[in-house]
C-alpha cells in the first residue's frame, strides 16, 4: 500500500448501494480500505459482506478502525455514528463521498482524527471538491490541537474547545514555547492571531501590548490551570525528555513507573513531555524495563558503561562503579540519550538522581532526567519524491497530488512551488529554496525525514529524469541509509520530453533518448559523444538545458553534431514552458534549428530520418503503413 495511506489505517469504507459500492471499490484498492457491503451486494468483487444491521455492523468496526468512509446519504451517517462518538480525541475519522464522487465530506474529527486530511487525499483521487467545515481550514491556519503532531507532541490538558474557538474568532492567542520546533511557526499565514512570547513585558509602548484571549503553552512543564481564570489555556508537550534510569535486577515495572511519576511530579515535569528511556546496556533485557517502554510505546536506549563512565556527571558512586564499571548509570545515561538528537553539547540534567524503594516489592530505582534540545517525535519519516508534470496541475498525477497534501513538509524550487500551491494545506512547512540549491534541499530534506517527519521533495517533470529523486536516494546511500528508514516512495511525473511530444503531435514514436546539454555536472566532452552517438543510430532526441545565460555554444555544437548524420531538412520541435502560461511551440527544422531563441525553460526534439511535420503536427512513423524506404536509409545526407 503507498506510504501516503499508511497513517489512516486501518479503514473500513461503507457502500450499501450498487454505485456506492462501484464509487468505493477502487478507492479502497487505493488506499488500502476494507470495502464492507450488505449480503444483496455479495457479488461485488473484493467486498466484505455484513450481515444483519449496518448500525450493529459499524458499531463493532468503530473501535478498530482509525478511518471511516461512507458512501451513504450524510444523515443515514449522522444517525449510524451518533450513538457511537466519545470525543474528540478518541473518534475516528469520518469521511463521506456522495454517490456521484463530486463531494468528499469531512464530517467528524477533522482535526486530531485526521479526517480533513483524509478527505482532501481522497477528493484527490476521484477528483471530487473536499468539503471541510472546520474554521481553522478557512482560515488557513494550523488546527490548535493539531499543530504539534507532526513533531511528536503530546496534547496535555487545558481547554482544546475555547481555545480553538479563540482562534476561530481571529482574536489574539498568546504562545508561549519554550521547548520543541519552532518549524511550525515560521509557516504561518499573515494576519494569524499567535503572538509569541511575553509581548506584555516587551512591547515599547502599551498599546503595542496585546491582551490575549487564549493562551498555548508549549514546553516539558505540567502546569496547573486554575478552573476560576477565564483565560482559556492548552499545553502541548514536545517530547525532550529523557528518563535515565538504574535498577537492581528483579525491579518491578510497577516501581519504576511510579519512581518515574513521582520524579516528573515533584519536580513539575509532564509526563507527556517524556522522550524514552535510557539505562547501560546490561539492562536491555530488565523485565520491568522492558515492558514499561512496551506499554507506554517508548523507546529504550542504552549505553555500554565504557561510554557512560565518559559523561562528568554530578553523583557519581564507587558502589556503582564496583558494581557495572561505571560510576552512574541514571545521569550519564540521560545525558547521553537527550545528546544523540542535534545537541553539540551534553544536554543538562533538569533532575539529578533519585532513588526509590517500595516496601514489599522487590528492587530499587534510580532516576534522573535530562532535556534534550530537540524533541524526539516518536514517527518514522518518510520521503516523497515527487514529479509535479510539466507545469500545469492536471498534468499532475493523483497520487502525486495526495502525496504533496499529506506531507508534514514540502521543499523544492520556488517556481514549482507555486505551482503546486493549491494542494498545499494549512499548517503545512513549505520551504522554498533557490534553483541552485539542489544539495541543501536534498539534505534538508533528509534531516527532517530522518527526524521523523513526512516529507515531500518536488521537482518538475518527472522527478528522477534530471530532478531530485536521484540526488536524495545518492545522498541517502552516502549516509549510510539501511533503505528503510527514512521510507522513501517516488511518485513519477510527466517529462519534458513527453510534455513537449504531445504539444506536436507524435515525435517520439520510435526509438529516443533525451541528452541534457548541462555540463555542470557532466564533461562536455560525454555529452558530444552521446550526441554523436545519438545521431549516428537515428534516434529521435530530446535535448533537455539546451541553453542558460552563460552556456549559449552548446546547442550550435549540438546542431552541426546532427547535421553530419541527418537531413537538414529534418523535422524539429521547440517546445518552451510546456503546459504553463507563457508556452512557446515552434516548429522547424535541423538547418534553421538556430533561428528560434531557445533558454532553459525549453526542450528541443529532433525527428529521426523518417520524422515529418504534417500541417502543425509532426509525427515519426513507426511503421504501421507500410515500409517506408526513407525511413531505414542509414547512410548520412551528401
Ligand atoms: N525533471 C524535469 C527536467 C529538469 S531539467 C523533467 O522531467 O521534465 C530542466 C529542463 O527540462 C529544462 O531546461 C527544459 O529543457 C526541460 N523542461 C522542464 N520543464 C519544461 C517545460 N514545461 N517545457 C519545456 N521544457 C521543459
Not at 561505571?326 to 553539547?345: I, M, R, Y
Request: charged share 20%; proline share 6%.
Amino acid at each position: 500500500m503507498p506510504l501516503v495511506w499508511r497513517e489512516f489505517q486501518p479503514i473500513a469504507a461503507i457502500a450499501t448501494t450498487p454505485n456506492a459500492a462501484q464509487r468505493l471499490q477502487l478507492l479502497s484498492q487505493t488506499t488500502g480500505a476494507t470495502l464492507w457491503v450488505p449480503e444483496s451486494l455479495s457479488a461485488i468483487e473484493q467486498a466484505q459482506v455484513y450481515t444483519g444491521s449496518l448500525k450493529a455492523h459499524v458499531a463493532q468496526l468503530w473501535h478498530h478502525h482509525r478511518a471511516f468512509v461512507f458512501c451513504l446519504a450524510t444523515g443515514a451517517v449522522v444517525r449510524l455514528i451518533a450513538p457511537l462518538l466519545e470525543h474528540k480525541s478518541l473518534d475516528p475519522a469520518v469521511v463521506v463521498v456522495d454517490e456521484k464522487g463530486q463531494f468528499v465530506i469531512s464530517l467528524c474529527s477533522g482535526h486530531q482524527g485526521k479526517a480533513d486530511q483524509l478527505a482532501k487525499a481522497i477528493a484527490l483521487q476521484l477528483g471530487a471538491t473536499p468539503v471541510l467545515t472546520g474554521a481553522s481550514s478557512a482560515l488557513g491556519l494550523p488546527g490548535v490541537d493539531t499543530l504539534g503532531v507532526p513533531f511528536g507532541w503530546q496534547r496535555g490538558e487545558g481547554d482544546w474547545t475555547a481555545v480553538s474557538a479563540t482562534v476561530a474568532r481571529g482574536e489574539a492567542v498568546q504562545v508561549i514555547q519554550e521547548v520543541g520546533s519552532t518549524l511550525w511557526q515560521e509557516h504561518l499565514p499573515q494576519g494569524h492571531p499567535f503572538h509569541f512570547g511575553f509581548p506584555e513585558y516587551t512591547a515599547t509602548n502599551r498599546e503595542e501590548a496585546i491582551s490575549p484571549k487564549a493562551r498555548i503553552w508549549i514546553s516539558a512543564t505540567q502546569r496547573q490551570f486554575s478552573p476560576e481564570s477565564d483565560l482559556p489555556k492548552v499545553q502541548w508537550h514536545p517530547r525532550v525528555l529523557w528518563v535515565g534510569i538504574g535498577c537492581e535486577r528483579g525491579t518491578s515495572k510497577q516501581l519504576i513507573e511510579t519512581a518515574i511519576q513521582q520524579t516528573c511530579r515533584s519536580h513539575h515535569l509532564a509526563e507527556g513531555a517524556i522522550a524514552g528511556l535510557a539505562t547501560i546496556d546490561i539492562k536491555a533485557d530488565e523485565v520491568g524495563l522492558v515492558e514499561l517502554c512496551r506499554d507506554r510505546n517508548l523507546p529504550l536506549r542504552t549505553f555500554p558503561a565504557e561510554v557512560l563512565r565518559s559523561v562528568n556527571v554530578p553523583n557519581p558512586s564507587a558502589v556503582v562503579e564496583k558494581e557495572v564499571g561505571t560510576p552512574s548509570v541514571a545521569e550519564a545515561a540521560a545525558q547521553l540519550a537527550a545528546n544523540s538528537f542535534g545537541a553539540q553539547d551534553v544536554a543538562p540534567l533538569q533532575v539529578k538522581k533519585q532513588i526509590f524503594k517500595a516496601e514489599g516489592q522487590p528492587g530499587a530505582v534510580t532516576v534522573a532526567i535530562a532535556q534534550s534540545e530537540q524533541e524526539y517525535t516518536g514517527r518514522t519519516g518518510q520521503l516523497f519524491l515527487i514529479g509535479t508534470g510539466p507545469g500545469q496541475l492536471e498534468q499532475m498525477t493523483p497520487a502525486a497530488q495526495t502525496a504533496v497534501s499529506q506531507a508534514d513538509v514540502v521543499i523544492g524550487y520556488s517556481l514549482y512551488i507555486d505551482l503546486i500551491a493549491p494542494l498545499l494545506r494549512p499548517g503545512q512547512i513549505v520551504e522554498a529554496l533557490p534553483i541552485t540549491q539542489e544539495r541543501q534541499r536534498a539534505e534538508r530534506a533528509i534531516e527532517i525525514a530522518q527526524w521523523g517527519l513526512v516529507v515531500a521533495v518536488v521537482s518538475s517533470g518527472d522527478c528522477g529524469i534530471y530532478g531530485m529523486a536521484g540526488l536524495v536516494l545518492e545522498e541517502l546511500r552516502a549516509g549510510g541509509w539501511d533503505g528503510k528508514t527514512p521510507g522513501v516512495q517516488v511518485f513519477p511525473g510527466i517529462t519534458a520530453l513527453q510534455a513537449a511530444a504531445s504539444r506536436v503531435g507524435a515525435p517520439l514514436m520510435h526509438d529516443f533518448c533525451a541528452i541534457s546539454l548541462s555540463d555542470l555536472l557532466t564533461p562536455w566532452e560525454v555529452i558530444e559523444k552521446r550526441l554523436t552517438a545519438a545521431a549516428q543510430a537515428d534516434f529521435i532526441t530530446a535535448l533537455y538545458n539546451p541553453r542558460s545565460q552563460t552556456r549559449t555554444q552548446q546547442i550550435a555544437t549540438a546542431r552541426d553534431i546532427f547535421l553530419k548524420y541527418r537531413d537538414p531538412m529534418t523535422p524539429v520541435a521547440i517546445v518552451r514552458a510546456a503546459y504553463r502560461q507563457d508556452e512557446q511551440i515552434t516548429l522547424t527544422t535541423l538547418e534553421k534549428l538556430l533561428e528560434t531563441p531557445v533558454d532553459m525553460l525549453t526542450t528541443v526534439l529532433i525527428g529521426n530520418q523518417s520524422t515529418r511535420t504534417y500541417e502543425d503536427w509532426m509525427i515519426t512513423p513507426r511503421g504501421y503503413l507500410g515500409f517506408d524506404a526513407d525511413a531505414t536509409r542509414l547512410n548520412p545526407p551528401s
